[in-house]
């Protein structure tokens, strides 16, 4: 008998989500522990549940889903990532796979491709839709970030950015590490200007790239 996967379903719209947990739940290997409509509640369940898999609407009340992926995938590494999109768009596909994601699915599909994704992932396969093997996108090779990520983050900085994946505020982090809240601030802006980025979205995502080189240089 296969292992039953615990799932959280993260979903802007609730009758969507009720009819997703539903679809799952015919299957006798998957159990829904959890539902939200927002990234940050997301994130307590994924910490709580330290789910399977992860069903998450690519847009969420605090934006995108991106910048949810690698804190999610930090809190429970083994948890399965399958985005769930208006678009049927190979570029987005390939960003999201690159921040930690498993997968991509329209929300036009059907429970059967649903499913069928689902369980390509428990045998160590990714499912993409055959007409994007004639996408000219597809045939596109992935741009490097190798050259954007040569920086040298010291051991606080490094620190602060790990703590922030994590969601932690930055009032917590100041008390951590004995700073005030204006030295977070200049930690920061140092950080953002090493990373090139200029948004807290931003720096996770690329904190994110950075931290998986630097464990396989390692």
Known sequence: MKKVWQVVIIDIHPTSMLGTKLILEEQQDLLVRGMTST?????????????????????????QADQYIAQMKNLSAHSHIIILTDEDNVKLFRHLISLGASGMLSKQASPSQL??????????????????????????????????????????????MERIVQ????????????????????????????????????????????????????
């Not at 307590?44 to 969420?60: C, F, K, S």
């Open 167 to 218: 969601g932690v505020t930055y009032d917590k982090i100041a008390s951590e590490i004995n700073v005030s809240r204006r030295s977070i601030d200049n930690y920061l802006r140092k950080i953002y200007v090493k990373l090139d980025v200029s948004s807290r979205a931003q720096a996770i995502e690329r904190y994110a790239l950075y931290a998986r080189q630097n464990k396989t240089v390692s």
């Open 115 to 160: 499913i069928h994704l689902i369980s390509g992932l428990r045998e160590g396969c990714v499912s993409i839709p055959l007409s994007w093997l004639a996408s000219s996108e597809w045939a596109q090779p992935v741009e490097s970030p190798a050259e954007e990520l040569i920086v040298e983050l010291t051991e606080t900085e490094t620190f602060i």
């Open 39 to 63: 990234g940050s509640e997301g994130l307590d369940l994924v910490n709580i549940h330290q789910p399977d898999l992860i069903l998450m609407d690519y847009r969420l009340p605090e934006g």
